[in-house]
Every structure is written in C-alpha cells, then in structure tokens.
Antibody, heavy 119, light 108 residues
Framework: QVQLQESGPGLVKPSQTLSLTCTVS??????????WSWIRQPAGKGLEWIGR???????IYNPSLKSRVTISIDTSKSQFSLNLSSVTAADTAVYYC???????????WGQGTLVTVSS | SSELTQDPAVSVALGQTVRITCQGD??????PSWYQQKPGQAPVLVIY???NRPSGIPDRFSGSSSGDTASLTITGAQAEDEAVYYC???????????FGGGTKLTVL
C-alpha cells in the first residue's frame, strides 16, 4: 500500500516561498499509473486542488494558482515537491499530498501538514 | 464551468438511507470521486468511477450519476459515517480537477 508523508516548514513569512516535500513509500513513484498531487485546505473550509506531476515531470496546475506554483519530482529519492511563491495569509492551510490513479481519483493521501503564513 | 455544487449540510436518522448530491457541468463528461473526511483527518476515498468502492469501504456506500448530477448514497447510515463528504471531478473546460464545497453529514 502506498504511503505518503509531507514535510516542510510549518511557518512561512508573507511574500516568501512555501516549500513542501512529499515522500512516497510502499509503491514506485516512477509508476506510469500514478500522478502525484498537492491539495490544500484552509481551516474550516473545503479542499482545493493545487496541481499534479507525472513521473516524467509533466505538470498541470490550478489556473488560479498557476503563476505562483511549481511542482517537481525526484524519482531517485521517491519524492515530489511543492513551491508556492509570494505567499499571503490566504495561503495558510493544511497541505496534503496525494496519489492520483491515472489522474482520475485520489486513492492515497498523506496525513497533511499545517503551514501558517505569518510574520 | 469549473464548479461542483453540494448542499452544505444533510442529516439522516441512524439506520436510514441518505443521498448526498453533487452538481456540475463536468459531471456530464466525467464520473466524480467521493471522499469522506472526519475532523482532524485526511480525506478518504469512498467511491470512484461509475460506482466502485476501494477495499475496506463498506458496501452501504454507493454512487450514481445522471446528467449533471452525481449522488453518493449511504444505505443504512451508521454513527461512524458522520463526516464531511466531498465530490471531485475533472473540469470539463480546463485541464484541472475541482472539489465540491463539501456536505456535512449528521447522523441523528
């Protein structure tokens, strides 16, 4: 069974870049069957899809975040990463990484990590 | 359209059947997936595709779609089913995936 674990700073200053990493275990990050996604959830609110990356490095981003988001993958480390630039308080949320089987549905999720944007 | 609309809250008596709906243009082209989220926990996939349940999901959960509306049905709701349920689908007009706003299910 695939397991995912987010890691990264829990506090980021406004205007800086939020950087998170998701480590994949129990399955191959190089599998062509999966796309690797980031999803976030502000406190008390719903889920927002941020974007995804394939094992080959092909990316798709939420149009509303596209100008600030970069997702990358390091198959040698079984990790994929999220960079979100020019953050504001509105980017404060629990950030989840998830696997998307053939990009259709999110079958495995990390436990989530809270990132607070504050000075 | 890039929106999926869900009722904010639904309640059901213990043991009864409840339907949670999700509406959006993209559902005319794509089956949604459904997620259950309990407080403080990550979402869990409960239904995907036409009507498929991942291993470990009870068979009281089922899914259906017609036109621009999809439904998650819980037949014989249990106390442990109390949670927020989200639908998700590929956006018909843009290359992205969209979540509904979520439906809080209360089991009375």
């Amino acid at each position: 069974q695939v397991q995912l674990q987010e890691s990264g700073p829990g506090l980021v200053k406004p205007s800086q870049t939020l950087s998170l990493t998701c480590t994949v275990s129990g399955g191959s990050i190089s599998s062509g069957s999966y796309f690797w996604s980031w999803i976030r959830q502000p406190a008390g609110k719903g889920l927002e899809w941020i974007g995804r990356i394939s094992a080959s490095g092909s990316t798709i981003y939420n149009p509303s975040l596209k100008s600030r988001v970069t997702i990358s993958i390091d198959t040698s480390k079984s990790q994929f990463s999220l960079n979100l630039s020019s953050v504001t308080a509105a980017d404060t949320a629990v950030y989840y990484c998830a696997s998307a089987y053939f990009g259709s549905y999110f079958d495995y999720w990390g436990q989530g990590t809270l990132v607070t944007v504050s000075s | 359209s890039s929106e999926l609309t869900q009722d904010p809250a639904v309640s059901v008596a213990l043991g009864q059947t409840v339907r949670i709906t999700c509406q959006g243009d993209s559902l005319r082209s794509y089956y949604p997936s459904w997620y259950q989220q309990k407080p403080g926990q990550a979402p869990v996939l409960v239904i995907y595709g036409k009507n498929n349940r991942p291993s470990g999901i009870p068979d009281r959960f089922s899914g259906s779609s017609s036109g621009d509306t999809a439904s998650l049905t819980i037949t014989g709701a249990q106390a442990e089913d109390e949670a927020v349920y989200y639908c998700n689908s590929r956006d018909n007009s843009a290359n992205q995936w969209v979540f509904g706003g979520g439906t809080k299910l209360t089991v009375l």
